[in-house]
């Protein structure tokens, strides 16, 4: 089966309002952005969603948030919902990003509460899971990968499965200019794979896009999109670069 390519530019707390304009219009004007297969999508910060929202009007481009709350809305302090997040436009959210889990103590549980949540609301989850360079050592990564998957992916239909994102992202490849190699990466990816196949069926197994994340670049996008089970990639640091972002975008056809 043919899936569609994803790539997802994670801006992180990068761009207030007037520098996501400037980055957008940057990203728009660049040939390649304008045809392509692949679907791309941009996370800015909250702030600069709606601005995000009015700049991209009419291109292929797609937006989506970082995070999002569990709850629906009240009285939670400095939190946003989903319905907040289709409301500014958005289609996507990163939800349990390796950043989350670490600095805000986020589990496998909790993650699992807010795709729920992101896919009532009709969002597109891009559901983050890796492991640590300890973990890869310890020759743990299987047994990590698997608990992760299972625990964010609790009580899902195969349905729901088929129409989110996961996003492969060793935790030592983020952010450190050290990617894992795509045989590294398409292995975990064909895990993930075997593990959809178990607990749902062949079907959402071969629909589910699981993308790579973890210093991709322009130099080493195209080889890691070309593995078989690598359907895109969550790009932090080179997705702040217009000229970066575009030749990512492109690799992936
Ligand atoms: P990076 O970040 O591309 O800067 O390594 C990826 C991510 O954290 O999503």
Not at 42 to 56: G, K, T, W, Y
Request: net charge neutral; with cysteine.
């Amino acid at each position: 089966m043919k899936r569609r390519k994803f790539v997802a530019g994670n801006w992180k707390m990068n761009k207030d309002i007037a520098e996501t304009t400037e980055l957008l219009n940057a990203v728009l004007g660049m040939p390649t952005v304008a045809t392509g297969e692949a679907e791309i999508c941009v996370c800015p910060p909250f702030p600069s969603l709606l601005r995000a929202e009015h700049v991209l009007a009419g291109s292929r481009i797609l937006l989506g948030a970082q995070d999002m709350s569990e709850h629906d809305g009240g009285a939670f302090t400095g939190e946003v919902s989903a319905r907040m997040l289709t409301a500014a436009g958005c289609t996507h959210v990163i939800l349990g990003h390796s950043e989350r889990r670490q600095y805000h103590g986020e589990t496998d549980g909790l993650i699992n509460r807010k795709v729920v949540r992101a896919l009532a609301a009709g969002l597109v989850p891009i559901v983050c899971v890796g492991e640590s360079l300890t973990e890869r050592e310890k020759d743990e990564t299987t047994a990590r990968i698997t608990a992760q998957v299972e625990g964010v992916l609790n009580n899902l239909a195969g349905s729901q499965v088929a129409g989110l994102i996961i996003a492969y992202e060793p935790v030592w490849a983020i952010g450190t200019g050290k990617t894992a190699t795509p045989g590294q990466a398409n292995d975990v990816h064909a895990l993930v794979r075997g593990l959809l196949s178990a607990r749902f069926d062949e079907k959402t197994a071969n629909s589910t896009r699981i993308i790579y994340g973890g210093s991709v670049n322009e130099k080493n996008a195209a080889e890691l999109f070309a593995r078989p089970d690598i359907d895109g990639g969550l790009i932090g640091g080179a997705s702040l670069k217009a000229g970066s972002f575009s030749s990512i975008c492109q690799a992936a056809g």
